[in-house]
């Protein structure tokens, strides 16, 4: 639900990410920065425009999040029976099977991620469904490898879930020392701090990967990048060093909304789960002491029978 209503945030990130810096003879749209570029896709392409392969983007948040949780399930289950005795797993230990799922969730769900890339980025007079985008990928000199076009940046992006958890504890040591229970408002803003965190860290990479997954810009002639170091290189020698941090703001404007909404949902639902896990014992208690208050008066009226 998240990701679909900050859905035209990640419309506009791509097709800034996807730019290269305009040339004075170069008539190609070019967008300045994020409000410049909803204005632009609304006048030229419509409301609708906004919303361009989110089909597809809504089909690899759900597969994806199923593939990791499913993963996510594998490696913990693997990780307590190698234990030689049970315990819960260190804060350590959770990323790094965090990690080793989400890696094996982006194998399996990186082909949705390409083809919404390229719907994202598909001009207005050559629009393309889903199944036509594919063909699009798999017709083109990769094959059925071009479905899996930036996987090793992605496999480094993994990490991303890790800073933000890290960044998350620490600015939680740091603000709000000894809190056990935290305010809406509270986990919000460390959500999204720790998330703008992370994402800065790793933008480079994430505009590396869009890089790949797009098609290549009018000036390598259709030659589509080999690696995610050829993407950064070129971008880098055509725009500047800065060129690699573009689309950031609305990268992270989504990043915050998503993972600020995140964090406070979690907040209030571990709330809840001490609440309810508190009431379910009380009841269980009153039960046990209702149970054991009858055995005991029936043992009373038991023992004068057998006195006499």
């Keep these: 639900m ?58 690899g ?3 994806t999040n199923f593939a990791y949780f499913y993963w996510y399930s594998v490696v913990r289950i693997m990780y307590v029976s190698s234990q030689a005795l049970p315990k819960l797993p260190s804060t350590a230990s959770e990323l790094s099977m965090g990690a080793v799922a989400g890696a094996a969730a982006q194998v399996f769900t990186i082909p949705v991620s390409v083809v919404t890339t390229r719907q994202q980025t598909q001009p207005k007079g050559d629009r393309k469904g889903l199944l036509d985008t594919v063909r699009e990928v798999v017709d083109s000199e990769d094959g059925w490898t071009g479905l899996w076009r930036g996987l090793k940046a992605s496999l480094v992006l993994v990490v991303n ?40 860290a790793t933008q480079p990479l994430i505009v590396a990967k869009v890089g790949l997954q797009s098609r290549p810009p009018p000036a390598r ?48 639902m571990e709330i809840l789960f001490v609440l309810l896990f508190a009431y379910v014992r009380k009841a269980r208690s009153a039960r046990l002491r209702k149970a054991a208050e009858l055995a005991a008066m029936r043992a009373k009226q038991v023992l004068p029978t057998i006195s006499k």
């Design 2 to 59: 998240a990701n679909a209503i900050v859905y035209p945030l990640d419309i506009v990130k791509t097709r800034l990410q996807v730019q290269v810096k305009r040339k004075p003879p170069d008539l190609d749209m070019h967008y300045t920065s994020s409000i410049d570029a909803i204005k632009k896709i609304v006048d030229d392409e419509g409301v609708q425009g906004l919303y361009s392969g989110i089909k597809g983007s809504l089909i």
């Design 221 to 268: 002639n259709g030659m589509p990048f080999k690696n995610f170091s050829e993407v950064m290189s070129y971008i880098v020698e055509h725009e500047g060093p800065m060129a690699l941090f573009k689309g950031i703001a609305p990268q992270i404007t989504k990043g915050i909304l998503v993972q600020g909404l995140l964090m406070m949902t979690k907040e209030r």
């Design 161 to 200: 879930p890790a800073i933000t958890y890290g960044a998350y504890q620490r600015l939680k040591e740091f603000f709000f020392a000894g809190k056990t229970n935290l305010r809406p408002w509270e986990a919000f803003f460390l959500g999204a701090m720790s998330k703008a965190l992370a994402t800065i």
């Design 61 to 63: 948040v759900a597969s």
